[in-house]
């Protein structure tokens, strides 16, 4: 099991920036693929950016060059950076994580989805 903690959230005018942290802990946590998404109120949840087994990033086209998500494996924390805030980016932002495999292999998120998540950090952007 992986244990998710997100925590940066709150409210920030147009044009602002704000940094989630997602703290992770249990078995095997770090080992494979993480990210962020989130969900508006009405709206379907969805992919932000995501860190890949590997290192590669992939990132929504609408928060590109904008959002940059990195982490710090010592601190077992995962960081989401939001610059130039837009009042769509208003959402709960959920860490989450991929889990594995019997074979030790990770479970792709492409394919299966996330198998972790937080329980969400509110972002509200106002003009």
């Known amino acids: 099991q992986v244990q998710l903690t997100e925590s940066g959230g709150g409210s920030v005018q147009a044009g602002g920036a704000l940094l989630l942290s997602c703290v992770y802990s249990g078995a095997n946590s770090g080992s494979c693929g993480m990210g962020w998404y989130r969900q508006a109120p009405e709206k379907k949840r969805e992919m932000v950016s995501v860190?890949?087994?590997?290192?590669?990033?992939t990132n929504a086209d609408s928060v590109k060059g904008r959002f940059t998500i990195s982490e710090d494996v010592a601190k077992k924390t995962l960081y989401l950076q939001m610059t130039n805030l837009k009042i769509e980016d208003t959402a709960t932002y959920y860490c989450?994580?991929?889990?594995?495999?019997?074979?030790?292999?990770?479970?792709?998120?492409?394919?299966?989805?996330?198998?972790?998540w937080g329980k969400g950090t509110l972002v509200t952007v106002s003009s």
């Open positions: 989450a994580a991929e889990g594995i495999r019997s074979s030790g292999a990770c479970r792709s998120y492409r394919v299966y989805g996330m198998d972790y």
């Open positions: 860190i890949s087994e590997d290192g590669t990033v």
